[in-house]
């Protein structure tokens, strides 16, 4: 089954301790995105990366990094969570341009 | 990326035909139109896109009006299931960056 697996689903975690999400595709995807969703904001895009190697940022990517050593994973990393850093965050990957977009299931952060 | 207008919100009787517009008036030539929609805080989900023609694919039908200027997503026999938030979203086909607005709250009723 063609998918997009995030984990963890739920994380709850202390401001500054280090913490990476997970991202996962199975469909041989060169195009994947981190995006953030808040009340009232709907979804920002964090970082993309458009194949192997290849990251670049997108609307609001302060306090976090990714990386793309593999094209199925595209880890989403935060070095100093801060409480402003809560919210639910999406994977997603798509193969071309103009094709769909899968996004995972979400994993909502919260950063006490 | 063009700007979208769609409704807040519209319901539904669970059967017929719901019917979603979205006006976007400053789409250039080579912006696609796509809808994805959002059940409850999972992931958004893609349902159809379009260029000029109209489209259909088994989920949903595109209308697109022959200026582009607006559209509208049908969802021909509306379930319970498919009460969600509705994205109308103008863009280049980048792949990169989908800008998501408020979207259309969709409730579907018995």
């Known amino acids: 089954e063609a998918q997009v697996t995030q984990n963890p689903r739920y994380l709850i975690t202390v401001t500054g301790k280090k913490l990476t999400v997970t991202c996962s595709q199975n469909m041989n995807h060169e195009y994947m995105s981190w995006y953030r969703q808040d009340p009232g904001l709907g979804l920002r895009q964090i970082y993309y990366?458009?194949?192997?190697?290849?990251?670049d940022k997108g609307d609001v990517p302060e306090g976090y990094k990714v990386s793309r050593k593999e094209k199925r994973n595209f880890p989403l990393i935060l070095e100093s969570p801060s409480p402003n850093q809560t919210s639910l965050y999406f994977c997603?990957?798509?193969?071309?341009?103009?094709?769909?977009?899968?996004f995972g299931q979400g994993t909502r952060l919260t950063v006490v | 990326d063009a700007k979208t207008t769609q409704p807040t919100s519209m319901d539904c009787a669970e059967g017929r035909a719901a019917n979603l517009p979205c006006n976007h008036s400053?789409?250039?030539?080579?912006?696609?139109v796509y809808w994805y929609r959002q059940i409850h805080s999972q992931g958004p989900q893609y349902i159809i896109h379009?260029?000029?023609n109209n489209e259909t694919n088994e989920m949903a039908s595109l209308i697109i009006t022959e200026d582009r200027k607006s559209s509208t997503l049908i969802l021909p026999h509306a379930t319970l299931r498919d009460t969600a938030v509705y994205y109308c979203i103008a863009t280049r086909p980048n792949g990169n960056k989908l800008v998501f607005g408020a979207g259309t709250i969709l409730r579907v009723k018995s």
């Open positions: 400053t789409i250039s030539g080579n912006e696609y």
């Open positions: 990366s458009m194949n192997v190697e290849v990251t």
């Open positions: 997603a990957s798509s193969f071309l341009p103009d094709t769909e977009a899968f």
């Open positions: 379009g260029l000029k």
